[in-house]
């Protein structure tokens, strides 16, 4: 099976940068996702890391490193609207299986 | 409009009733995925499928069956619904298996 750990919560103020981590273990990793939830909504697509390195969409950036089992989502030049739960997902391949497997969630509070 | 739609919104139901939700993509997207999120537990995965008539278990399907006849079609019903079924569910669908797509939600409530 799969597991992931972020911290449960991150507060900031606007303007200000945040990192959230996420280690996984898996036992045939394939990527690692980022996904955006504000309050009573869908989970939205924010970003795909299959290999290592840094991907940047905006604001926002996601860096893997398959090797430490470790990648994060970095949230730059924060804004209120940021405020909102944000997971990170691992599909394992093993087995040829596609099945998404989430962590809990990292609370983003973005302060005045 | 093109997109996955889950119904219904919200749903009050007692205890030991049957209950199903829906849900319809219109992208053909083959593969097609059931979570329920609960406080402290993120999106927990009961079913998914691969394909029409292709479905497999995921981490607590317990209590829940499903079905997939059509490539658009992946309903979710409870079969004699208990008060830890409380929860929002979401179903998701996808074509490449990177970007997954989820639909509004169904607030379910057991009482």
């Known amino acids: 099976g799969q597991s992931l750990e972020q911290p449960s919560e991150v507060t900031a103020v606007e303007g200000a940068i945040v990192q959230i981590n996420c280690t996984y273990q898996?036992?045939?990793?394939?990527?690692l996702s980022w996904y955006q939830q504000h309050d009573g909504g869908a989970p939205t697509f924010l970003s795909y890391n299959g290999l290592d390195g840094l991907e940047e969409t905006g604001r926002f950036s996601s860096f893997l490193s398959r090797s430490d089992s470790y990648g994060y989502l970095l949230l730059q030049e924060l804004q209120m609207k940021d405020s909102a739960s944000y997971f990170c997902a691992v599909r394992d391949d093993s087995s040829n299986d596609y099945k998404l497997s989430f962590g809990a969630g990292t609370t983003v509070t973005v302060r005045a | 409009d093109a997109g996955i739609t889950q119904s219904p919104r919200y749903k009050i139901t007692e205890t030991g009733r049957q209950v199903t939700l829906m849900c319809h993509q219109t992208w053909s997207h083959s593969y097609m995925f059931w979570y329920r999120q609960d406080l402290g537990h993120g999106l927990r995965l009961i079913y998914y499928s691969a394909a029409a008539d292709i479905t497999d278990k995921g981490e607590v399907p317990d209590g829940y069956v499903v079905s997939r006849s059509k490539t658009e079609n992946f309903p979710l019903t409870l079969e004699s619904a208990t008060r830890s079924q409380t929860s929002v569910y979401f179903c998701a669908s996808t074509k490449d298996r990177t970007l997954y797509t989820f639909g509004s939600g169904t607030r379910l409530t057991v009482v």
């Open positions: 898996t036992s045939g990793f394939y990527g």
